[in-house]
């Protein structure tokens, strides 16, 4: 972290004084080391050069981020699911943190206001925002610890805007994902399947392989060909958002 | 986590006072809530029934532990390496939590002598030291809190055992890995490989399938076919972990 004073707020469409009190509301409480919250609101496309040559935006700040909110979300399904199996609790927290789901969240939050980029919102454009939610989340770790940051995220982010229940009952439709993607930026979609005949399970196994104008973006494997579609579309997704960065 | 009072210890080679001296020194701390540490070390091959009628083993403490690890050692990298982009530090983190990686962690810190299970040990069988060392963190997170379990993986798991040095040189060898697998268990390794010429981006792209046993295992996409291979092989072991769960 360096510890010059560029002002990281230069490009920022609201002043700084509006960015903190902003801040503040989304917080409910009062940030110390200002430099590392205006960090996390700094897409990599609107990444700023220190004097050192070097390029700073918010992206190791999300690497930490993504970790810190796993773990407290696991801490919290954890207690809340005291009578549940690791299939169910791994199969929600995926739910949780799945990058539809943190974009909903971060909008939700407020982030959308504060961050700072050059990029035209589009369907991938969304993720932005979930990313800057985790760059916040590294940012109030890195500022005040792990149990300020996890008190903030269940009381403020989840208890706030997650219907837990809801998401219990949810199946994540990636290949509805995929397909709405592929209409928005006028792509073709195309699914090939094949199956083959486990003799030692005694049961059909299923591959899919997705193609995106005819350029292979993900297989997929399952005991159904809807399973292996998903799974596909699922990495065709993850696909796209590194292609997107 | 059930108050009961069963013994979760009834089938551990060693007994409950060894376990404690045991315990003891590999923590370095004094356990408050010892049942939870006794729970990290059950496999779910040695599940314990409760009166109510429900099985305990230590998958969920596993779920939990994974995710605090994960945490633990973002922070740490993310402060060693305070100069090296998120594409850096994911590579290096996923160096050290990967399978392989985590079984040598464990048998170095000594979980291989209090595990309690009933399977036989195999190369996979090892999965269970690494299992048992993610379990064990989560009981650790839930006794002591966060930042002793950080304390603790840092001064008594990383430090001692682990060189960061080393470890950024090494590429993990997935494929040398499923092929190991392979042969010691007379299983036959297939891998099949395609390559599309991408219009858009002007490169080749390679897709590969792995197919053990003339059954599809897991594929893989890469600029290149021996990146296309590892992809391959790491989900095809990925597979391979969760079946043998």
Redo the contacts between chains.
């Keep these: ?1 360096s510890k010059d004073s560029t002002n990281l707020l230069d490009s920022s469409p609201i002043g700084k004084k509006e960015f903190f009190a902003l801040l503040r509301k989304i917080l409910g409480f009062r940030p110390i080391n200002k430099r590392l919250y205006e960090l996390a609101f700094i897409h990599k496309s609107a990444s700023i050069k220190l004097p050192d040559g ?1 390029f700073v935006n918010n ?2 700040l ?3 981020g ?3 909110l ?2 407290v ?3 919290y399904l ?1 207690k809340i699911y ?2 549940e ?2 299939g169910f ?2 199969k929600i927290r995926s739910k949780i943190v799945n990058r539809d789901n943190l974009n909903n969240l971060a909008e939700k939050v407020g982030i959308d206001k504060l961050l700072i980029s050059n990029v035209n919102q589009n369907h991938l454009g969304r993720n932005l925002y979930g990313n800057a939610l985790e760059a916040l989340i ?1 940012a109030i ?1 890195l500022d005040r ?3 300020r940051t ?1 008190n903030y995220l269940i009381r403020r982010v989840i208890k706030r805007n997650l219907n837990l229940e809801e998401l219990e009952q949810t199946e994540i439709d990636f290949k509805s994902q995929i397909i709405e993607w592929a209409q928005k930026n006028r792509k073709e979609v195309r699914f090939s399947s094949s199956d ?1 005949f ?1 003799q ?1 399970n005694k049961q059909l ?1 299923f ?1 899919v ?1 997705l193609f995106i104008d ?6 997929g ?1 399952g005991h159904s060909k809807k399973e292996a579609e998903q799974h596909a579309s699922e990495k065709a997704l993850h ?1 796209i958002e590194e292609l997107s960065r």
Tied chains: 1, 2.
């Design positions: 972290m070097s992206e190791r999300e690497f930490l993504d970790a810190i796993d773990a979300i696991s801490d954890f005291d009578n199996d690791e609790l791994t590294g770790y610890g792990y149990w996890k083959t486990d030692e196994h591959s392989d005819d350029k292979p973006f993900g297989s494997d696909k």
